[in-house]
């Protein structure tokens, strides 16, 4: 059965940057060596970290959770092998503040003896909801590079029906190409985890779109996927930024997700084919996410390759392997050239969302030209693939004018480095975005602080004048008996003060009943906010999806005391736009 | 081993400013092959003096505002500048016009504004404009071509005169000159000739107008020599196109106003207004459109605001040259439209996506 082939779009801009990926897929995929010990952080996708069930000396069986899931946007991170809980303190963990967080350390005892697990080969009789918890127990996020809860997207919620699941193996960044392999050597664990997902969505149909430079992946799913209905296979023409969702859903579909929006609310899901994979296996297999592949490259490694690494590795044993000149390395980026992030030690442990580790020479980087003016050439705008004015957002960045960035939709911007990429004047454009996103973050949460200051203010003017109002009515009723037991005496004042006393009399019964209505109105908004602030997380994934980090959530939530991070909130949030 | 951590993207493309003016200047060449050939060497000894004063002014003035000299010198828009304004002097205007004249792009139109990026005006129109009012005399005593002059200069010469004023024995200063075909044209209609006596009067082959004693400066289309050189420019223009140094908004815009509307009058009244060809191919209409007009600094940046501001100065170069009182508008046009460019910007943005219009 032969199907139509599917009729692709146009986005603006996007870049063809040299692409690098020959180098690691000269040779097959391999197993990375098992490492000495383990480092496993508590939150390596989108949302809460997870919660420790297991403490310091422990034994463990591969497979084996080792923390749940905290709240509804959230995973569990399980045992990548078994062994021994030797240490759950901060580690260094690879995220773009450089900074600690809580991990799990394991040493290995070289048994690899699994947990028991419950393969369901019959997943097309249970209920989507059911399938979507065996998900979200295995671990399961976006491996695409965002980390977002897999089960999540696989929830079409009360929205109007899922037309299509587009399957993302387009991989348009540089030097990336763990899913080049995967497709190339597992296209049945992505055929099969399409099946799942489609069956957990009720999707109509399902596109896999693989851009045009993978042609042996290209191969592989093709004959995979050969006579099932509804699935069809794109090759789409090699372009950066095509493997950003929502450039990506306008290439297969011709709709432009609304600003603000997600893919969901056109009818159109977005998986990563090694999130497929990994569903199959969580399924039909019963394993959770507890390896996954990664791309070591860079001019620094010698034999450039992809491996199958279990999660917590340490980075420089995978380097090791490859053959690294350690002394060679000028920058360590994990991610793309264009989106990934520098890291700041060697030695971090690869996270569930590690796609790539590129070892860069200096040379190779070739970075140290200066800034110049602009020259308004315009390049940026023509390259923008959210038809920004990267110019204008440029200058009003530069000039802290923070309200006029967001007149030029600042916060559409995805960060994916194409105006940069083409600048002659070599602007680092993305930087004044970050700086202006975090910046305005900043200021969004002084505003917060200076309202509930003030709404504090208000309260204590108004408890005051209570108490004194009290006070005055005690004092009135402790007055009162005496002139009550010679009714026949009116009391001696004169009209002028009389009067005065009635209006004072008549002011203080408005304010006390103008003060009750407040207190009443501001009762029902500190309820309503704190309902909230519990249904966030719950009922609404892309409400939770799209605050800064969980802790700027959590200090929007509470009493504003603690400061977050402005750059921590801006690395976060560009995670969350790089979702594929 | 801690790393030095800078923030993405961390690959960046093979280019720079210098790259793009260089580009630009290269694709200049073919116009300044055409110029060269068909009068003299003028236009050479004015390019070399012309950058040796923009990169002498452009160093003190750095120096001045303590800014960094080296990259800024080496970024070659001063370069750029001029060559620009050394083409649009006559090419034996004496060393002080093209002196006064780069020195007030480079020093007023464009470092006492900020510097590369931050001028409102093109700086190469701007010191032409000044020189063109300032020195009208200089400014517009231009020579015929090669061809046609009774003598013409070799390089050395052409040095000598420009340097020292000196002319080798036999040859006065009037006897080189001669106006533009623009210049004619506005001088012999405004006499009340129609545009065919004009040419018919100017248009001669060399043996005729000798009898006549006037110089035939009309060439097939434009002015003789000068529709060549505009094809030099059309060339180079093209191939920056092609290069997508510059994208083909603002030429386009520029020549096809300049066309409809000349053309529009023309078929309205062909005896008084010349043909659309001859507005294209003469002056600076070509130079302006690929060269002046898409200087990215002072122009309208979006796709929808270039066509705008290339409409704008193909009207402006119309009117004025018909109606105005100078035979060549370019300038003009540009520097008026060149005020109007952040207005454009602020009315003609891209929509953005997601977001319904």
Not at chain 1, 397 to 403: F, N, Q, S
Not at chain 1, 480 to 502: E, F, I, N, S, Y
Not at chain 2, 277 to 300: K, N, Q, R, Y
Not at chain 2, 326 to 331: F, L
Request: glycine content about 8%; charged content about 20%; overall charge neutral.
């Amino acid at each position: 059965m032969s199907m139509a082939p599917v009729k692709l779009w146009d986005f603006h801009g996007g870049i063809h940057p040299e692409q690098n990926k020959l180098q690691s897929t000269t040779e097959p995929s391999a197993l990375a060596q098992l490492p000495k010990k383990l480092v496993l952080p508590l939150h390596q996708h989108i949302g809460e970290a997870a919660e420790p069930i297991v403490e310091i000396g422990d034994t463990v069986l591969k497979g084996q959770k080792i923390a749940n899931a905290n709240g509804y946007v959230s995973a569990p991170v399980h045992a990548p092998t078994s062994g021994k809980i030797i240490d759950i303190s901060e580690h260094p963990i690879p995220h773009p503040s450089g900074l600690s967080a809580l991990a799990i350390v394991i040493e290995p005892d070289g048994r690899d003896a699994w947990v028991e697990y419950t393969p369901d080969q019959d997943y097309s009789e249970k209920n989507p909801s059911h399938l979507r918890n065996i998900i979200r127990e295995a671990g399961i996020v976006g491996l695409g590079g965002a980390g977002f809860p897999s089960f999540i997207k696989l929830n079409p919620g009360s929205q109007k029906k899922i037309k299509t699941l587009i399957l993302n193996g387009v991989e348009c960044e540089p030097y990336i190409t763990c899913d080049d392999m995967l497709m190339r050597e597992d296209a049945h664990s992505i055929i099969e985890g399409v099946h799942i997902m489609r069956h957990a969505l009720q999707a109509e149909e399902c596109v896999i779109a693989i851009e045009d430079n993978k042609p042996e992946a290209y191969e592989s799913i093709c004959k995979a996927a050969a006579g099932i209905a509804g699935l069809r296979v794109a090759l789409v023409p090699t372009r950066y930024p095509q493997g950003s969702e929502k450039q990506l859903v306008q290439v297969i579909t011709g709709k432009e997700v609304p600003s603000n929006g997600l893919a969901l609310h056109i009818g159109v899901v977005c998986h990563n084919v090694a999130t497929a994979a990994a569903i199959y296996r969580a399924i039909h297999l019963g394993q959770p996410l507890i390896s996954r592949m990664v791309t070591i490259t860079g001019q620094a490694v010698k034999q450039p390759r992809n491996l199958e690494v279990l999660i917590g590795t340490p980075m420089d044993e995978l380097l090791q392997q490859c053959g690294a000149e350690f002394d060679q390395i000028e920058r360590l980026v994990m991610g793309g050239p264009m989106m990934g992030f520098a890291l700041h030690e060697i030695n971090l442990p690869v996270i569930k969302t590690t796609n790539c580790i590129i070892a860069a020479t200096r040379e190779e980087l070739g970075l140290d030209r200066p800034a110049m003016p602009c020259i308004r050439c315009g390049a940026c705008a023509d390259v923008c693939p959210v038809k920004l004015l990267p110019q204008q957002l440029y200058w009003h960045a530069r000039a802290k004018e923070l309200d006029k960035v967001q007149e030029y939709d600042l916060f559409d911007c995805i960060e994916c480095g194409c105006c940069s990429y083409v600048c002659p004047s070599n602007i680092p454009l993305v930087q004044y975005y970050r700086f202006a996103k975090g910046a305005i973050w900043t200021q969004e949460q002084e505003h917060k602080k200076s309202d509930q200051a003030r709404e504090r203010h208000e309260f204590r003017l108004m408890r005051i004048e209570r108490e004194k109002r009290e006070r005055e009515a005690k004092r009135a009723k402790k007055k009162a008996p005496r002139p009550k037991t010679d009714t026949a005496k009116p009391p001696p004042v004169d009209g002028a003060q009389m009067a005065d006393k009635m209006r004072q009399e008549a002011m203080a019964q408005r304010d006390s009943a103008e003060a009750a209505r407040k207190t009443e109105i501001q009762a029902a908004l500190a309820r309503v906010q704190a309902k909230k602030k519990d249904a966030a997380p719950k009922t609404d994934a892309p409400v939770a999806a799209n605050s800064p980090t969980p802790a700027a959530a959590s200090t929007q939530a509470s009493t504003p005391t603690s400061d977050s991070d402005s750059s921590a909130d801006t690395a976060t949030h560009k995670d969350h736009e790089q979702s594929q | 081993m801690p790393f030095n951590a800078p923030t993405s993207p961390h690959q960046l493309a093979p280019t720079s400013i210098t790259r793009v003016m260089m580009l630009v200047i290269l694709a200049l060449i073919p116009g300044i092959a055409a110029y060269v050939w068909f009068f003299g060497w003028g236009v050479v000894v004015n390019i070399c003096i012309a950058v040796v004063t923009a990169l002498s002014c452009e160093a003190l003035i750095l120096k001045l505002r303590q800014r960094p000299v080296l990259p800024f010198l080496s970024d070659g828009s001063a370069v750029l500048t001029a060559v620009l304004i050394a083409l649009t002097l006559p090419p034996l205007s004496p060393w002080w016009i093209t002196v006064i004249g780069v020195a007030f792009a480079i020093i007023i139109a464009k470092q006492l504004y900020g510097g590369l990026g931050y001028n409102p005006f093109n700086p190469a129109m701007v010191g032409y404009v000044m020189l063109l009012i300032s020195f009208p005399r200089e400014m517009t005593s231009w020579i015929p071509p090669n061809e046609l002059a009774d003598s013409s200069l070799g390089f050395i010469d052409t040095a000598m005169f420009i340097l020292f004023s000196t002319l080798p024995d036999g040859i006065s200063f009037d006897a080189l000159t001669e106006a533009t075909p623009l210049d004619s044209l506005k001088t012999h209609l405004a006499l009340g000739n129609t545009v065919d006596e004009v040419r018919a009067q100017l248009g001669l082959d060399a043996e005729a107008s000798r009898v006549l004693s006037v110089i035939p400066i009309f060439g097939a289309i434009g002015g003789k020599g000068w529709e060549w050189i505009g094809g030099g420019f059309l060339l180079g223009g093209l191939w920056l196109i092609y290069t997508k140094v510059i994208s083909w908004h603002i030429p386009v815009a520029m020549l096809g106003s300049l066309l409809a509307i000349s053309a529009l009058f023309y078929l309205i009244d062909p005896a008084h207004f010349a043909t659309p060809m001859f507005h294209l191919f003469s002056g600076a209409a070509m130079l302006g459109a690929f060269f002046i007009a898409t200087d990215p600094v002072t122009a309208a940046s979006s796709n929808r605001g270039k066509i705008i501001y290339g409409c704008g100065i193909g009207l402006f170069t119309y009117i004025i040259r018909t109606w105005g009182g100078y035979p060549d508008a370019v300038a003009f046009a540009v520097l008026l439209m060149n005020m109007c460019a952040p207005l454009i910007d602020h009315y003609f943005k891209s929509s953005v996506f997601g977001h319904k219009k």
